[in-house]
């Protein structure tokens, strides 16, 4: 069946590079885009970025000159890099199956949540 | 950027009470509207899609409606289990964007 699954460090201090993980199964990176969408603790959701099927990426204007996605079809791996992060990136991060525009988030991972603290 | 705005930003319902949260786009987005249910540590999960479609598994007592820039979702016969929050988003145009969320409560 389709999943997805977050994965990184659960504290980051300020100033320093996010790296996160998201591994699936159940379909293919070339078949489906992943997005990845943030939320703050109590607050609402935040569209990231994405990854497309052919490799290229869109990301957030607010977010794009510190945010990066990649990814490893062999390893059904999608990655995500964001620097010089602040406190007010603390949230919980998810990867989401993502299709064309039109077309809802239809599985998400469960999340990882994410502390920048000193 | 599409701005997508809910109300209300919560709400308190009494076990088998209909409810109605809306959702309003500053601009047209031709039913490219989905609702997602987030329960309390878990992840958002897709409820309807394209203002009106129900997904898989979603209960029929939940249901959407809407054109343009105005949409509900509406939950018949409130159950103990719907207890969540509530968000909407449009899938119209890039970034997609979401509502500011609206969380349910049993009276």
């Known amino acids: 069946q389709v999943q997805l699954k977050e994965s990184g460090p659960g504290l980051v201090q300020p100033s320093q590079t996010l790296s996160l993980t998201c591994t699936v199964s159940g379909f293919s990176l070339t078949s489906y885009h992943v997005s990845w969408v943030r939320q703050p603790p109590g607050k609402g959701l935040e569209w990231m970025g994405v990854i497309w099927t052919g490799g290229s990426t869109a990301y957030n204007s607010l977010l794009k000159s510190r945010l990066s996605i990649s990814r490893d079809i062999s390893k059904s791996q999608v990655f995500l890099k964001m620097n010089s992060l602040q406190t007010e990136d603390t949230a919980t991060y998810y990867c989401a199956r993502d299709r064309n525009l039109g077309v809802p988030f239809d599985y998400w991972g469960q999340g990882v949540m994410v502390t920048v603290s000193s | 950027d599409i701005q997508m705005t809910q109300s209300p930003a919560s709400l308190s319902a009494s076990l088998g009470e209909t409810v109605t949260i809306e959702c309003l786009a500053s601009?047209?987005?031709?039913?490219?509207l989905a609702w997602y249910q987030q329960k309390p540590g878990k992840s958002p999960q897709l409820l309807i899609y394209?203002?009106?479609s129900l997904n898989d598994g979603v209960p029929s007592r939940f249901s959407g409606s809407g054109s343009g820039t105005q949409y509900s979702l509406k939950i018949n016969s409130l159950q103990s289990e719907d207890v969540s929050i509530y968000f909407c988003q449009q899938n119209y145009d890039s970034p997609r964007t979401f509502g500011g969320g609206t969380k349910l409560e049993l009276k």
């Open positions: 394209y203002a009106n």
């Open positions: 601009e047209d987005i031709y039913s490219n």
